[in-house]
């Protein structure tokens, strides 16, 4: 279903899809940004509730957002300083985070309207988001066409299948950022949520969160997520690396590095009973935990989104990888195809 979502600041429509599956649970996306705005799912004892941060209204996804459900691109994370060579040749990005570019420029894939078509396939209802990138738009090389598809299936599985072409040698990192809380958007901070990530080793990093090159085991340190652990337990520790993200920032290297489709992260919320379950094709997981978020967005049902009220999980090839030769290649060349697929799977315990 498609109803009027609002226009942009330069005129164009936008659209409010709702994506609801044979277990009455609905996903409402908006192609402005591919922004996943809201997500019903029950708790275990059937009460449905919205576990992701968002707002009413596309004007306040206009006016401000810490990048809430949506896709971003052309290269998700910070790219050190806004430079990197490809070819021998420098490009130059707009700096946007402190000294570093974030998130594919001042205006990325997630102010982007992308166009939408409703499908079905066999494990749902799904919606296909296309956008062309031109070449050197926001200082990247080459026309980048890009396919997202959201389906939202009949269990509970929020799959995202990802791809792009190129004509000229470039960069991309595309990944969907999602802010969850399982307890329901906007009730409390996520730090009771138990976390399990299925990575031996993460990427440390310096104070403005560009990637020092070493990928260093979790052992024996609060990044170590191979058993479950709360949030909250470990955050307040005197450790250098938490204080630089603020709490956790980091990008994970998930153990499963051949590109299969794997169980990566499960999140598990005893209050409400819900658990998630994170499976993705791709060799990074940058763990965020609403670290920035200070009370000043003001979300859904009117309520205030405050210090670490949402997590991200969100699957991607190592922060700063243009920069760093020993990290997974992020380049793309005419002729190969970008893919990565991610599902975001709910259920009870
Ligand atoms: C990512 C970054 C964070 C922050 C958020 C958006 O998760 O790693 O540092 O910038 O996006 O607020």
């Known amino acids: 279903?498609?109803?009027?979502?609002?226009?942009?600041?330069?005129?164009?429509?936008?659209?409010?899809?709702?994506?609801?599956?044979?277990?009455?649970?609905?996903?409402?996306?908006?192609?402005?940004?591919?922004?996943?705005?809201?997500?019903?799912?029950?708790?275990?004892?059937?009460?449905?509730?919205?576990?992701?941060?968002?707002?009413?209204?596309?004007?306040?996804?206009?006016?401000?957002?810490?990048?809430?459900?949506?896709?971003?691109?052309?290269?998700?994370?910070?790219?050190?300083?806004?430079?990197?060579?490809?070819?021998?040749?420098?490009?130059?990005?707009?700096?946007?985070?402190?000294?570093?570019?974030?998130?594919?420029?001042?205006?990325?894939?997630?102010?982007?309207?992308?166009?939408?078509?409703?499908?079905?396939?066999?494990?749902?209802?799904?919606?296909?988001?296309?956008?062309?990138?031109?070449?050197?738009?926001?200082?990247?090389?080459?026309?980048?066409?890009?396919?997202?598809?959201?389906?939202?299936?009949?269990?509970?599985?929020?799959?995202?299948?990802?791809?792009?072409t190129t004509d000229k040698d470039t960069v991309v990192n595309l990944t969907q950022h999602s802010y969850f809380n399982l307890a329901g958007a906007g009730e409390r901070d996520i730090l009771d949520h138990e976390v399990m990530i299925v990575a031996d080793r993460f990427t440390p990093v310096d104070k403005g969160l560009i990637p020092t090159g070493e990928l260093r085991p979790v052992r024996g340190t609060p990044f170590d997520f191979t058993s479950p652990a709360r949030i909250g337990a470990r955050i307040n520790q005197d450790d250098e690396q938490l204080k630089f993200g603020g709490g956790y920032d980091h990008n994970w290297v998930l153990n499963s590095s051949d590109g299969k489709l794997s169980l990566s992260a499960r999140v598990t919320e005893e209050s409400s009973g819900r658990v998630m379950e994170l499976l993705t094709t791709e060799p990074g997981l940058q763990f965020y935990v609403g670290n920035f978020l200070d009370g000043s967005n003001i979300g859904k049902g009117g309520k205030a989104y405050k210090h670490r009220y949402g997590f991200c999980m969100e699957t991607q090839h190592f922060p700063d990888s243009p920069n760093q030769s020993a990290f997974p290649s992020t380049v793309l060349k005419p002729g190969q195809v970008y893919r990565q697929t991610t599902v975001y799977r709910f259920m009870t315990k």
């Open 1 to 164: 279903m498609k109803e009027p979502y609002g226009k942009t600041a330069d005129g164009r429509e936008v659209f409010l899809y709702t994506l609801k599956n044979s277990k009455g649970c609905v996903m409402k996306v908006t192609n402005y940004g591919g922004i996943v705005t809201h997500l019903l799912v029950p708790d275990k004892s059937g009460r449905m509730g919205d576990v992701v941060l968002g707002y009413d209204k596309l004007a306040d996804y206009i006016k401000a957002t810490p990048y809430f459900g949506c896709i971003v691109g052309r290269y998700g994370n910070r790219i050190a300083k806004g430079k990197f060579k490809l070819n021998g040749r420098e490009y130059t990005l707009a700096v946007n985070n402190g000294e570093n570019a974030l998130h594919g420029g001042l205006k990325g894939f997630d102010k982007a309207v992308w166009n939408a078509t409703e499908k079905k396939t066999g494990r749902g209802l799904a919606l296909e988001l296309t956008y062309v990138s031109k070449d050197m738009e926001e200082g990247y090389p080459g026309t980048l066409s890009c396919k997202v598809t959201y389906t939202w299936s009949d269990d509970n599985e929020f799959i995202i299948e990802y791809e792009a």
